[in-house]
């Protein structure tokens, strides 16, 4: 848990850095802190809604987890948001997995 002991460290030093909050939100996804992981991830969407890259690991997770619904409502507010906000890259990833997702919701 050194990763996860450095970025609290980190993020005490500067608690509205929503990168510290998003890095350490993926080490408690990686680390099975999935609890935690959620928490972080919802706080950066509500606190810091242009910081693009949390909706589509926060939507990961929470479909992981059987939540497909409010995956797929999150991911598409985070293409909204990253369309307005010019984050091309991001929106096209997060688009491909909602085209995948809905793919599979076809085929069941």
Do not use: C
Request: proline share 2%.
């Amino acid at each position: 848990m050194g990763r996860i002991k450095d970025l609290e460290e980190m993020l005490d030093a500067n608690p509205d850095d929503p990168f510290l909050i998003y890095a350490l939100a993926r080490e408690h996804e990686l680390a099975q802190s999935t609890m935690q992981a959620l928490l972080m991830y919802e706080h950066l969407v509500t606190e810091h809604a242009d910081y693009i890259a949390t909706y589509y690991h926060y939507a990961k997770l929470l479909y992981s987890a059987g939540n497909k619904n409010e995956a797929i409502r999150l991911l598409q507010k985070g293409i909204e948001r990253g369309t307005a906000t010019g984050d091309n890259h991001s929106v096209s990833e997060m688009k491909g997995l909602l085209y995948l997702w809905m793919s599979d919701d076809d085929l069941d």
